[in-house]
């Protein structure tokens, strides 16, 4: 910047930007997405087709309080419509939670391995982040309860945690919501809750139970993961009134765009669909973790749609493992901003994807 260009707000500069998964490789080989967490079974038929009829309606603005979608999605998760509010993908209702009831001289607090976008947002806002230390890359109840502060205004935990896979109890859940503060806003961020087949792990809790019974509980949900619509920015907070009243008076009035909304409760209300994608990610997610772990490789255990991996280090490093896998065109996630240099996130691909990615494990362990 030149001595007489606008200057940011002092903190500004010192925020790294987030880098999203690569979606690359060389020219000449066939790329094979696995770095992003997408579904790789795409969207419902039915919200593309709610999405393509949108477009009869592009030259009118969008419903400003999203009433329909918040209709469909309180139906299919079985919570009251008015406590929910809408936004362009779960990472603006961080930003707006934290813009609502965090500001210079305040902290929020996260978990040492939580999603990065909780300290950018924070930093965007003058807020200071502090990090929780975990056990063996799982969230730890009685640390983030040791960290907090008189400073202390939100605590977020991700569950599961990307980019670990771990996650909280139902009943560790309850007893940090229970040793917080009630001015410390708890927000759940449950982007994978989607994945989980709640028959198969019946400990696990999204948060939503908490949200009923109190007035700091706030759950937020994407349609970027397993509805598949990741690039139409679509999410939502299921929160008490008063906050959905806060976030209400600061959020965009037209923050969630017509196409969005369409394609949104088309995928909703698809769960049959969801049913199918659940079930396919259980399988693979299970088939690859056995046999990565089956090369040697520590496989961090995983309850979302991706895997992490360990690798020893030397000629056999994480780094090293990803410069060979892109050189085949399997792009996968370095998480080293995360403080994780010896691992790689991978997500569950394809069937032909996912042995691909086997196959290239298994040449570069060899090599």
Known sequence: MSATSPKPRPGILDIAPYVAGKSSARAGVRVVKLSANETPLGASPKAKTAFIEAAETLHRYPDGSAAPLRAAIGEAYNIPAEQIVCGAGSDELIGLLIHAYAGAGDEVLMSRHGFLMYKIYAQGFGVTTAFAPEK?????????????????????????????????????????????????????????????????????????????????????????????????????????????????????????????????????????????????????????????????????????????????????????????LAEQGLIVRDVVAYGLPDCLRITIGLEEDNKAVLQCLRAFLDS
């Open 136 to 324: 063996n890359l799982r969230c730890d109840v009685d640390a983030l309860l040791a960290s907090v502060t008189p400073r202390t205004k939100i605590v977020f935990i991700a569950n599961p945690n990307n980019h670990t896979g771990s996650y909280v109890t139902k009943a560790e859940l309850k007893r940090l919501h229970a040793g917080l503060r009630p001015d410390i806003v708890l927000a759940v961020d449950a982007a994978y809750s989607e994945y989980i087949d709640p028959k198969a792990l019946p400990d696990y809790s999204d948060g939503s139970e908490l949200v009923a019974g109190s007035g700091n509980v706030v759950v937020l949900h994407t349609f970027s993961k397993i509805y598949g619509l990741s690039a139409l920015r679509l999410g939502f907070a299921y929160a008490p009134a008063s906050i959905c009243d806060m976030l209400g008076r600061i959020r965009g009035p037209f923050n969630v765009a017509t196409p969005a909304l369409m394609a949104g409760i088309a995928a909703v209300r698809d769960q049959s669909f969801i049913e199918q994608t659940r079930a396919f990610n259980t399988k693979w997610l299970a088939f690859m973790s056995k046999e990565i772990a089956a090369l040697g490789l520590k496989v961090h255990p995983s309850i979302a749609n991706f895997v992490l991996v360990e690798f020893p280090g030397g000629k056999h490093s994480a780094a090293s493992a990803n410069a060979y």
